[in-house]
Nanobody, 127 residues
Framework: QVQLVESGGRFVQRGGSLRLSCATS????????NGWFRQVPGKEREGLAC???????YYDDSVKGRFTISYDSGARAYYLQMNGLNPEDTADYYC?????????????????????WGRGTHVTVSS
């Protein structure tokens, strides 16, 4: 059974940094496309970053140069390093994979179309 558990979200001052973590289980991550998206209540989900099965990395323009995605194969964990945070980054952040069956509300970034995600972790950036 695929499981993704996010952690690391918290309150942070404008200009600050956070590193989000995603623990994975139930599948072999490097065989799939995995990454992060975020959602503000009442708004569309926004794909942020993805590492595809070939190790290529994609970023949304809104976070390019500020956010860095990485994968630790030993820990089977994904990370999202977020620098230069601003209030517009306030959202629920989700770790996601395309290792499960297609669904109509996939979240896309680059070549990745996420079909499964965790419960999320909340980030609040002060103004």
């Amino acid at each position: 059974q695929v499981q993704l558990v996010e952690s690391g979200g918290r309150f942070v001052q404008r200009g600050g940094s956070l590193r989000l973590s995603c623990a994975t289980s139930g599948f072999t991550p490097h065989l799939y496309n995995n990454g992060w998206f975020r959602q503000v209540p009442g708004k569309e989900r926004e794909g942020l970053a993805c590492i595809d099965e070939k190790g290529r990395i994609y970023y949304d323009d809104s976070v390019k140069g500020r956010f860095t995605i990485s994968y630790d194969s030993g820990a089977r964990a994904y990370y999202l390093q977020m620098n230069g945070l601003n209030p517009e980054d306030t959202a629920d952040y989700y770790c996601a994979t395309d290792s499960t069956a297609w669904r109509p509300d996939t979240v896309k970034i680059g070549v990745c179309s996420f079909t499964f995600w965790g419960r999320g972790t909340h980030v609040t950036v002060s103004s």
